[in-house]
């Protein structure tokens, strides 16, 4: 579904992905772990298309197509979602309208029929009730006055409703509670855990790896991937930390 | 009289050939709304012009103007108003230009008589080598105690070649007031656009649909809500 081969990028004139290569399946969960600075959220941003993060080296290809060649909003239609680490606060615009623009968006850009009002808010009211989110708060404006939970939770009912073929999700782990932590687990498991679905966990920490069982592990170190395996590299890296790894 | 100048201070950012060429100009409008009355008035300034209104808003009376400044090489929007004892007026004004436009509102405010209040909440949009202006002075009367008037003025510039002017400007000869301004100048937050792409919205929706959180707030109540959002949707898609 996913293949990243040498991908070198800049954020201003600084390299921070070196050669990284990576390759997800469609059914797959891969979770990127890595000490701080080594470029994971990089990875996250560049994959997205966020403006300045420039690659100079390298290619993606998403189900066959160059992900590189699309603008941030196509590839989103092409199935792509970023679970941001810090999901940015809107004021003014209401997340239900938000998402049923982006959603509809979306569908035009495949192809399909728009969802109506009534279609979209019973999607909207299905995920947020599964997340445990109040309906009165998927109404006011996107993520402002939420706590950090709050945010992330949020992230995923978008997720659930925008329902796409890959997830990268930046350290949705952070900043919740054990509750919190389990709830958005679930949804992750719920909504992408699929045969024709991958998701792409970067985190720090192998506690969201216990509710979201990976199916492999790599490491993350200055910009390249230095070691891949299975599940048990987590609880290796949980233990003997990234140092030991990363040399 | 003649023509106004840039030193002028309420024509200093003027487009002064137009106004020079739309010289002498009539009279201005005049609205007197009587002790405990309402007045409520909807202007949608599509086609560049110059308006001047006077208004005194008379004892426990109110006024609500909602003003969409968006049209003509030119326009203008000039508002005197006085109020009496315990009286309310409230300016909601949107202004949203793009090419070599040049779109002011400017403000006088009086208080003349005891405990009225007033609310000024301003939004501009500018894009290309546009000029928009706010000018508003609050004038106080020295036994005009218990005044209570806001001034809120916010400008998006979508371009770097775009200008916004903004001065309010308080003259307060009573000593039991409360006069609030405040005002700001920015640019959308490109954060916020590449969130909002990243869930699917293109670039021109993502822009729109920040820009019409900007804006909509200032319209919330007006007479002809709806009318005003749509004309200023329109305004912002032709702009982004």
Not at chain 1, 1 to 23: E, R
Not at chain 1, 130 to 137: K, S
Not at chain 1, 189 to 209: E, S
Not at chain 2, 166 to 187: F, M, Q, R, S
Request: a negative charge; glycine letters at 10%; proline letters at 5%.
């Amino acid at each position: 579904m996913l293949q990243i081969t040498n991908l070198h990028a800049n954020v201003g004139d600084k390299p921070i992905l070196k050669g990284l290569t990576l390759s997800l399946n469609a059914g797959e969960i891969h979770a990127i772990m890595g000490p701080n600075g080594a470029g994971k959220s990089t990875l996250g941003y560049v994959l997205s298309g966020r403006p300045g993060y420039e690659v100079t080296e390298g290619e993606v290809t998403f189900n066959g197509q160059n992900l590189l060649d699309l603008e941030p909003h196509e590839r989103a239609a092409a199935g792509l979602f970023l679970g941001f680490q810090y999901p940015v606060e809107i004021p003014g615009v209401s997340n239900v309208q938000f998402l049923r623009e982006a959603l509809n968006a979306q569908r035009k850009n495949r192809g399909e029929a728009p969802l109506s009002g009534a279609e979209f808010l019973k999607v909207a009211r299905e995920q947020a009730t599964a997340l445990g989110m109040d309906m009165e708060m998927l109404k006011r404006p996107v993520n402002v006055g939420f706590s950090g939970g709050e945010k992330k939770r949020n992230e995923m009912v978008q997720m659930g409703i925008i329902d796409p073929a890959l997830a990268i999700l930046d350290e949705t782990d952070s900043g919740l509670d054990i509750d919190a932590l389990r709830i958005v687990g679930d949804g992750i498991n719920r909504i992408m855990r699929k045969p024709d679905k991958a998701v792409l966990l970067i985190t720090h920490y192998q506690r969201l790896l216990d509710y979201v069982k990976p199916d492999f592990v790599h490491v993350l170190a200055d910009g390249r991937i230095t070691r891949s395996g299975g599940p048990e590299l987590a609880l290796e890296l949980e233990r003997d930390g990234y140092k030991e790894l990363a040399a | 009289m003649p023509a106004p100048t840039r030193h002028d201070e309420a024509w200093r950012y003027s487009d002064i050939a137009a106004v020079a060429a739309a010289w002498p100009l009539p009279a201005p409008e005049n609205i007197i709304v009587p002790a405990g009355g309402h007045y409520a008035r909807t202007i949608v300034q599509d086609s560049g012009a110059i308006h001047q209104i006077d208004i005194a808003i008379g004892k426990g009376a109110t006024a609500a103007i909602h003003v969409l400044n968006i049209g003509g090489e030119y326009g203008r929007i000039e508002l005197n108003v006085t109020l009496h004892e315990g009286a309310d007026f409230k300016l909601g004004g949107v202004q949203i230009g793009g090419n070599a436009q040049t779109l002011e509102i400017i403000t006088t405010v009086t208080h003349a008589e005891p405990k009225a209040t007033s609310s000024q909440i301003v939004r501009s949009v500018l894009a290309g080598t546009a000029i928009g202006t706010y000018l508003g002075k609050v004038a106080v009367a020295r036994n005009a105690q218990l005044t209570d008037s806001v001034q809120s003025v916010k400008a998006m510039l979508l371009d770097r070649s775009a200008t916004a002017n903004a001065k309010p400007e308080l003259e307060i000869y009573a000593d039991d007031v409360k006069c609030a301004h405040g005002c700001a100048i920015g640019e959308l937050d490109p954060m916020g656009l590449f969130y909002l792409q990243a869930r699917g919205l293109s670039p021109a929706d993502a822009k729109k649909l920040m820009l019409q959180a900007f804006v909509a707030g200032v319209f919330e109540g007006a007479e002809h809500e709806e009318m005003l959002i749509e004309a200023a949707l329109q305004k912002l898609g032709e702009l982004v």
